[in-house]
Structures are given as C-alpha cells and as structure tokens.
C-alpha cells in the first residue's frame, strides 16, 4: 500500500527529473509529469473520500478562513500546464478555513488533530482524525469548509493540483448554513 509521505513528495517536486531502473536494464528517465500522475493515482487509491458537494445560489458574503490559519508551502513544480504544490495547514482550535473551493483537486493527510469538514448542504461529509486522507475534487460545485472542532492545532499537508497560475482556492459565500 502506498503511504502519503509528504518528504518524498517533496523531494520529488524539487527534482526535475526522476529516475527509474527498467525490466533487463540500467537507469532510464521517466517524466516527472508521468511519475506524478503514478503516484497521484496510488495516492487516490488509499481509500481517499470522494466530497460530493453542491453549489446552491446565494447572496452571503464570501467567507475567509479564521484567525491564526496558516500555510506553509514545501514545494512546488510545473509540469506542463499543471502547478503541483505541497503546502503545510495548521488550522487553530475553534477556527475553520472559511467556505470555498478549488480550481484543482487536493489530496489531503491529517498528521494532528481532527478536521471536520463540511459540504454546501452543511451536512458533514466526513471527520479525519490523524492519520486520515481526502480527496477534494475540483470545481465551485465542491464548495466546502473545513472546522477544527477540538482542543489542538490541526495541521494538514496538503498536494494541490492546479491548472498553472490558479490561486490555492477560491472563496465562497456561506451556503446559508449556521456555522462559519
């Protein structure tokens, strides 16, 4: 089983090239863009939560994530028109990532805490305690938030996958939901 290992991530979005031993042979390169969509893949098959998430009309302001969320970007590369980036989220007790969405899919670890994450129905589509990955698809029709509803930091690591120059997410009005 493949394990979600954010250094080796790391590593591999620093190099430009990967290399690989082939049947009967010695090295030969592989493109990173086809190692990244290898291992993107395997990484999808842990058992990642698909968030099946609507989008429904309305007039709220957009909602930006809580005081004292923070991220830390790890590494980051391109490869053709795709910007893969690891970043590192520590989200405080009490305090969320705001509504939103992306334009790319995210693949997500939980190393602390237990995240709480909710879909536009505000409905919780899943709790992942450490050691727990997602999946959030891409699109405004998979807006979502993201609460820490416990006593210590949360901190995600987290591989977005962008089209290249999109920004991490975009905010979204609350869906008319009674929380933030």
């Not at 909602?63 to 970007?73: I, L, N, S, W």
Request: glycine residues 12%.
């Amino acid at each position: 089983m493949w394990v979600f290992n954010p250094d080796k991530i790391a590593a591999f979005l620093n190099s430009r090239t990967r290399y690989e031993t082939a049947l009967g042979g010695g090295p030969r390169t592989v493109s990173p863009e086809r190692t990244v969509m290898r291992n993107l893949s395997r990484l999808g098959a842990i058992g990642a939560v698909l968030l099946a998430l609507s989008f429904p009309a309305g007039a709220a302001r957009a909602t930006p994530g809580g005081p004292g969320v923070t991220a830390k970007t790890i590494a980051r590369t391109t490869v053709g028109d795709r910007d893969y980036i690891l970043r590192e989220i520590t989200v405080p007790p009490g305090q969320g990532t705001g509504w939103h969405y992306h334009d790319g899919t995210l693949y997500g670890h939980v190393r602390q805490g237990t995240l709480s994450h909710f879909d536009a129905t505000c409905a919780s589509d899943g709790v992942y305690p450490a050691g727990s990955s997602l999946r959030e698809p891409s699109g405004a029709d998979h807006v979502h938030i993201g609460q820490n509803r416990g006593s210590t930091d949360i901190v995600l690591e987290v591989l977005y996958v962008l089209p290249h120059g999109a920004p991490f997410s975009q905010d979204a009005p609350n869906p008319g939901c009674d929380f933030e």
